[in-house]
């Protein structure tokens, strides 16, 4: 089955502990990207990738990083997490740009930093 | 001023109407999006389009891009239809790929 999976669904963690939430896809899909949704502001865009070993910032980058040393696996990194970094996160991935393929989506991933 | 508005941010309706999202945008597209997100957080992708019209089942977009407006009908509201749905534009850049800016969401209830 085609999809995006990410880990975990579900994080509660500590100020300044660094974490890992993975994102993979299994559709050979070139560009993949992370999202924040934060009540009131929506869908934001923190990092994309168009390739392996080619990111770029989105809209929120501050206090993330990411990857992209395989095509399928797009981790996101919170080096030293912090409250306001609480939020919905979904990672998605397209075939192509993102600009003119549909978007396929993971669950997505509730952090809460305590 | 956000770069792409929806109206209504909430939309309450009876099984079986017709029901017409907006979305309105600044800025130049590439290809503009919606996306239905459940109950549940999951996200899905309706449509994309860049002109014109799209019809699948009994939702219909449609996209005047003289205008930067968009619409979202559901013909036949059902209660399983009760979402979040997202409008999105996708502004490409040549060299450094693409970037999708949302909507806050229209959350819609149709009630049996």
């Known amino acids: 089955e085609a999809q995006v999976t990410q880990n975990p669904r579900y994080l509660i963690t500590v100020t300044g502990k660094k974490l890992t939430v993975t994102c993979s896809q299994n559709?050979?899909?070139?560009?993949m990207s992370w999202y924040r949704q934060d009540p009131g502001l929506g869908l934001r865009q923190i990092y994309y990738?168009?390739?392996?070993?080619?990111?770029d910032k989105g809209d929120v980058p501050e206090g993330y990083k990411v990857s992209r040393k395989e095509k399928r696996n797009f981790p996101l990194i919170l080096e030293s997490p912090s409250p306001n970094q609480t939020s919905l996160y979904f990672c998605?991935?397209?075939?192509?740009?993102?600009?003119?393929?549909?978007?396929?989506f993971g669950p997505g991933t509730r952090l809460t930093v305590l | 001023k956000n770069e792409v508005e929806q109206s209504p941010q909430n939309l309450t309706a009876q099984e079986g109407e017709f029901i017409t999202i907006n979305c309105s945008y600044s800025?130049?597209?590439?290809?503009l999006h919606w996306l239905q997100q459940h109950p549940g957080g999951g996200i899905v992708s309706l449509f994309m389009?860049?002109?014109g019209k799209k019809k699948h089942g009994r939702l219909i977009a449609t996209i005047n891009i003289q205008e930067k407006h968009s619409s979202l009908h559901i013909t036949a509201s059902h209660p399983r239809d009760s979402a979040v749905y997202i409008c999105?534009?996708?502004?490409?850049?040549?060299?450094?790929?693409?970037?999708?800016?949302f909507g806050e969401g229209t959350q819609l209830t149709v009630n049996p």
């Open positions: 800025v130049g597209i590439s290809a």
């Open positions: 559709m050979n899909h070139e560009y």
């Open positions: 990738s168009m390739n392996v070993e080619v990111t």
């Open positions: 998605a991935s397209s075939l192509g740009q993102g600009w003119t393929d549909t978007q396929y």
């Open positions: 389009l860049s002109s």
């Open positions: 999105a534009v996708s502004s490409g850049r040549e060299t450094s790929g693409s970037r999708l800016t």
